[in-house]
């Protein structure tokens, strides 16, 4: 398949330019475990510094991955284990550039934690303007059986200001999926897999499954349908 | 191989030497072995037989131009833009900038909260712009249906009855309008309040004039009377599923089953199962979404549908 390489740089202006809630609001990232997913996240907060952000990591265990560099703890979001409401704007300050990206962390505790993300979810449908990053989505939506939070949450969309990010290992029980305007799909392994990949960039067919089963970690094809679009790339370092 | 004057020959198998007298003309091994030998090793060290090549050959790949893939979609930086909300200190216009989460008033030069984020709290409520999922709307559906189905019931039988008072029937009919028409619950708790004020009367046989229908008063034991038939209820009194009070109460079915009922608010079902299916172990909080009111609280379905089915 013809499909072109492009540096992630420049793919990320054109997100830049399309992602909001009048355009294309909501990412899905697919991929398995290991593929890049929360990498690419954090990529894709790169281009929000000004924007109030709240990270749903629902891992019983906290990942390092979120953690910032020496001398600066909280580049990727405050962790938090509760969220008030009007955060940001009142109370507590967070991380990231301005002080406004929030990590809400899971713990052990599963019915704590479905509680705790149950109320974070309830405070960001009722005052929206948030970029909300839903880290490992399936995990929210089945083992803390919040599905119809989530969705609730992604139909709010442009009237109340809400962009989200939607990562997932596999594409059962995600909430969602079928609003992200922007599609990245990454390495996965075996055919099942990649034909689901193929099927969220809205392809059908052998060649195009084949293409989706030879990408590398932190490899990504990247597709999107806004106008002026020029169809799906793959992501280069 | 090489070939000696005398008619003899050199084997032709590297190591091996020997000379022998052919027997044909183009013979150049001393042996059949060393021939197998010979042929094995070129197979497999030297597929193309360099002896057969006579001519070299030259090769000119034929290149098509192929152009470049083009990979270029509109991707203007974003700048800060106004957005139809006046800042609350100024009254000026407000920017944003980004995914349109923030709010700046360039006169007053610092952030400002957005009005959608401080809404919820003015109006004094915890989730105003709440949206519901389809299956919550449907089950809200569903459950006003059922509720207008009861209360219509009643109605049609208030309005069958010979003896209602010529002038309460359009009353009744008005009643039974406005059920149809109502499209959400806190409309027909409304009806259900307004009914007994509404002055519909029942004349009696005793009666010269009709009688005003008075509202039932739970606290007032009105005792047996010897007059009453038994047909003639108050019809100002509304069905069970309008009111609150009225909801099921499980406290001895939990009470059976070992339940606790803590009602969390967070949407979640709010029963604890003390001894999950009857064993002595950890205490089981069952998370799934509320459906159903009970008293004091929701239930999820599959907990609703367990109590109310009795324990014997």
């Known amino acids: 398949m013809g499909i072109p390489p492009v540096p992630l740089e420049r793919v990320l202006d054109r997100v830049d330019y399309i ?166 799909v990454g390495h996965t392994a075996g055919l099942p897999a990649a034909r689901a990949g193929a099927e969220l960039l809205g392809w059908r067919g052998r060649e195009q499954q084949d293409t989706c089963a030879a990408l590398a970690p932190h490899q990504w094809i990247f597709s999107e349908d806004q106008p002026g679009h020029s169809g799906p790339c793959i992501v280069t370092g | ?67 470049p893939l083009a990979w270029e979609p509109a991707s203007e930086r974003r700048r800060p833009w106004k957005v139809n909300e006046p800042c609350p200190g100024c009254g000026g216009p407000l920017y944003t900038s980004g995914r349109g989460t923030i709010r700046v008033c360039l006169a007053c030069r610092h952030r400002v909260t957005p009005p959608g984020v401080s809404a919820p709290y003015q109006r004094g409520g915890q989730a105003v712009r709440q949206v519901k999922s389809q299956r919550e709307r449907d089950l809200e559906a569903l459950e006003l249906v059922q509720q207008k189905g009861v209360m219509l019931h009643q109605l049609d039988e208030l309005a069958a009855d010979d003896r209602l008072d010529p002038g309460s029937r359009p009353v009744v009919e008005w009643f039974a309008a406005e059920v149809r028409a109502a499209k959400a619950g806190d409309r027909l708790t409304e009806l259900a309040g307004l009914l007994p004020d509404a002055g519909i009367r029942r004349r009696h046989w ?37 009111s609150k009070a009225a909801l099921p109460d499980f406290t001895a079915e939990l009470a059976v089953r070992s339940w606790q009922f803590l009602p969390h608010g967070t949407g979640l079902c709010g029963l604890i199962h003390m001894r999950p299916h009857g064993w002595d172990v950890q205490p089981s909080e069952c998370i799934n979404r509320a459906e159903h009111l009970i008293a004091g609280g929701a239930v999820c379905g599959s907990c609703f549908d367990a109590l109310n089915r009795p324990m014997r």
């Open chain 2, 1 to 67: 191989m090489s070939v000696s004057p005398a008619g003899l020959r050199t084997c032709g198998r590297e190591g091996c030497g020997a000379t022998f007298t052919a027997r044909r003309s183009d013979a150049r091994y001393c042996s059949d072995s060393c021939r197998n030998a010979a042929n094995r090793a070129r197979s497999r060290s030297d597929p193309i037989r360099s002896d057969r090549i006579t001519t070299p050959v030259q090769v000119v790949a034929i290149r098509t131009p192929v152009p």
């Open chain 2, 206 to 242: 005793w009666q010269g004039e009709p009688a005003a229908i008075e509202a039932p008063d739970d606290d007032v034991d009105q005792g047996d009377d010897p007059d009453d038939d038994g047909d003639d209820e108050d019809p100002g009194a509304w069905p069970a599923p309008v």
């Open chain 1, 19 to 184: 992602w909001g809630p009048e355009r294309a609001p909501h990412h899905l990232l697919f991929g398995m475990s290991g593929s890049g997913k929360t990498t690419l996240i954090q990529s894709l907060l790169g281009v929000c510094p000004e924007d109030r952000v709240l990270i749903l990591d629902p891992k019983p265990a906290a990942d390092a991955i979120w953690d910032g560099p020496a001398g600066e703890p909280h580049r990727w979001g405050k962790p938090v284990t509760a969220i008030v409401p009007m955060f940001g704007y009142e109370g507590e300050g967070g991380g990231g550039p301005q002080g406004m990206w929030y990590r809400l962390t899971g713990g052990p505790d599963r019915l704590d934690t479905a509680r705790r993300f149950a109320a974070a979810l309830a405070i960001v449908a009722a005052e929206g303007h948030v970029v909300l990053i839903l880290d490992d989505v399936r995990e929210i939506c089945r083992q803390l059986r919040l599905a119809e939070r989530v969705d609730s949450v992604m139909n709010l969309g442009r009237s109340a200001s809400v962009c989200a990010v939607l990562s997932a290992t596999e594409t059962s029980y995600v909430s969602g999926r079928s609003q992200g305007g922007m599609v990245w």
